[in-house]
């Protein structure tokens, strides 16, 4: 069981523009090759901040398409947020900590995705709690906007686990988020 983060940011490291639009990365459509149906079927609950909720609800909800994980979802804010009709979505706010003890118990040995954005990668980062980025480079830069990881890890660094190319213009990389005190 692992705590991953897995997602596409530009070759200039954004998850997505200033105003938290993902509409840059949707002109690729289905990626050929990849890995998103084998990690999306080792998930067994996710983690998601509200900006990431909001712009699925706009997106694929409110654009007629069903809910798009069976998987308990936490998403977490400060704000109210509206809920989507027999999904399972949990509004959590505060530590991660205590929060990811319960998505581990409820993904029953499969692993947690940590959607994003950024933000919310960083608090599972800080707790020790994020064991792996899987991160698809896109062929594109943004030039600003929010940021893949805004933290900053020099030590231990990411150990590198693969590289691979998808669909021709994107590359998947692999890291092992090693802990404290572990030599890389």
Known sequence: MKTQFYGAC??????????????????????????YPAFLRGVGALAMGSH???WMLRH????????PYAQPVWVFSSRTLRPVDGADVRFVGGDVRPVHEAMR???????VWVVGGGALVGQFYDAGL????????????LGEGLPLLPRRITQPPLRLQSVTTLGGGFAELRYEVP????SA
């Open 179 to 182: 802990r404290p005190g572990q």
């Open 130 to 141: 994020l064991d792996e980025l899987i991160v698809q480079i896109a062929p594109v830069t």
């Open 105 to 111: 118990r409820a993904a029953a040995g499969r692993n």
């Open 60 to 67: 694929a909800v409110d654009a007629g398409q069903p809910w």
């Open 52 to 54: 990431t909720y909001e």
């Open 10 to 35: 530009s070759l200039d490291g954004f998850l997505a523009t200033p105003d938290h639009d993902l509409g840059w990365l949707l002109q690729f459509g289905e990626i050929e090759g990849s890995s």
